[in-house]
């Protein structure tokens, strides 16, 4: 298993080196190289094992999970987002860049992107794949705090605090939902993932 999850990983790091870092994001368009980048994703959570399919239980449940926490989620970033920039200098101009990423690119091309390919394979990827067999491996604690961690520092390349503290809010708030549910089910991530994308980067954006 240790192999398994290792080269995934560092090829996820890799992808988002590239479409982050300052060495490499300003010779591409970040939304190209997202789709590529969350294509490999389910590719490899397919080709590394598909065992997280029978997870895949829609319900009005799992919908409604999904997006009453997309809701709160959008709700945590826009208190986050007062308190930042009351308390850091950096905050509002580090925001901005983040939403600088649209420009030049339809929004309605951006939305498609994020609701239907980005939201779903994250979801696959980091919850169906990572966290549960970190959570196999490790214990259900030992391995949402370690799927949070990698999938924070992955966005390290960016030199963003608000970037890094954003993935690390999300990535412990989706990880929580599928630690907590049961049984394990991935449509109310994949569901909040998705809605929550399109809700703060195009729809009611923040900042």
Not at 68 to 88: D, I, K, N, P, R
Request: aromatic letters at 16%; charged letters at 5%.
């Amino acid at each position: 298993m240790k192999n398994v999850l290792a080269f995934p990983i560092v090829v996820a790091t890799a992808l988002w080196f590239v479409m982050f870092s300052p060495w490499t994001a300003p010779h591409l368009n970040f939304w190209w190289s997202m789709l590529f980048s969350a294509s490999m994703l389910l590719i490899m959570s397919a080709v590394f094992g598909c065992d997280w399919l029978p997870q895949f239980r829609l319900s009005v449940r799992a919908v409604a999970i999904g997006l009453a926490s997309a809701v709160v989620l959008w709700g945590v970033f826009y208190l986050g987002h007062a308190a930042s920039t009351v308390l850091f200098s950096f905050a509002q101009p580090q925001v901005g860049a983040i939403y600088g990423l649209r420009n030049g690119n339809s929004h309605l091309w951006i939305a498609l992107l994020l609701l239907f390919i980005v939201g779903p394979a994250e979801t696959i990827f980091w919850q169906g794949f990572v966290q549960r067999n970190l959570m196999k491996r490790w214990g259900d604690l030992a391995g949402f705090i370690g799927t949070v961690l990698v999938y924070s520092l992955v966005h390290l390349w960016s030199f963003n605090i608000m970037l890094l503290m954003a993935a690390a809010v999300c990535g412990a708030f989706w990880g929580g939902i599928y630690l907590l549910l049961k049984p394990r089910n991935l449509w109310p991530l994949l569901i909040s993932h998705a809605v929550w994308d399109v809700m703060v980067f195009i729809l009611f954006p923040i900042g």
